[in-house]
């Protein structure tokens, strides 16, 4: 069975006092079903990640990072290494996000460098992919949500891949408002796990958790997370606000 799984993603949001006033909130809330019946992780700017890490040490909510460089160390001016967010307390980081892709440009080529390099380096990676209006309306989701899987999971072995979460979020769906419908989402979602039951097998397809994003609310949540392939949820904007994020949490129950 897979765990359930909510995880906030709080993008260029937040400062040092109201992220962890955020954190202390969403633990306190949460203290019954984090850890036990879902798994939870929020995600807030690397300058506050050890203060939010440190906020969150007596919780079972772990602390991810929104993106992070695949060389170890050295002359890589602005960039943030695997080690120094496992120093500070992160337990997993997104690789890919939809904005990373098409605000930074980052390519399919360079998310499999920090995939890979975050499972060397002992974080657990959310692979990020989706699809833009304009490839939906052309038919191209699966074809799109084919090439950023394959791609950004080249080279990983089936012992690595259970370190791996994927996180589906259709462009068109991230901070509109519009979400995808939970039968829209279903479909992706059965696509990819069963893309990775033909990259690796059954067994491994059925244990890993994909998660829907874009535009999760608290309106919405359970009906897409009751979807047979749906596992959780990448919360955008509603991550900001500790009553919706906790009652996305307890609609993942
Ligand atoms: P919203 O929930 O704000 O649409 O953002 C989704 C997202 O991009 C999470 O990574």
Known sequence: MRKPFVAGNWKMNTDSRSGVELAE???????????????????????????????????SIA????????????????EISTSMLKDVGCCYCLCGHSERRHVLGESDELINKKVTAAIAGGLLPILCVGELLEEREASQTNEVVTRQVKEGLAGLSAEKIPAVTIAYEPVWAIGTGLTATPQQAQ????????????????????????????????GNAADLMGRQD?????VGGASLKADDFLAIIQAAV
Do not use: N
Not at 34 to 55: R, S
Not at 63 to 78: C, L, S
């Open 230 to 234: 749906i596992d959780g949820s990448l």
């Open 63 to 78: 602390v991810g990072a929104q993106d992070i460089y695949f060389e170890p160390k050295g002359a890589f001016t602005g």
């Open 25 to 59: 909130r969403i633990a306190s809330g949460s203290a019954q079903t984090a850890g036990q019946e879902v798994t939870v992780a929020v995600c807030p700017p690397f300058v506050y990640l050890q203060a939010v890490a440190k906020a969150l040490s007596a919780s």
């Open 187 to 218: 479909e992706v979602h059965d696509f990819i796990r069963k893309l990775l039951a033909e990259m690796y097998d059954e067994e491994i397809a059925g244990e890993i958790r994909i998660l829907y994003g874009g535009s999760v609310k608290p």
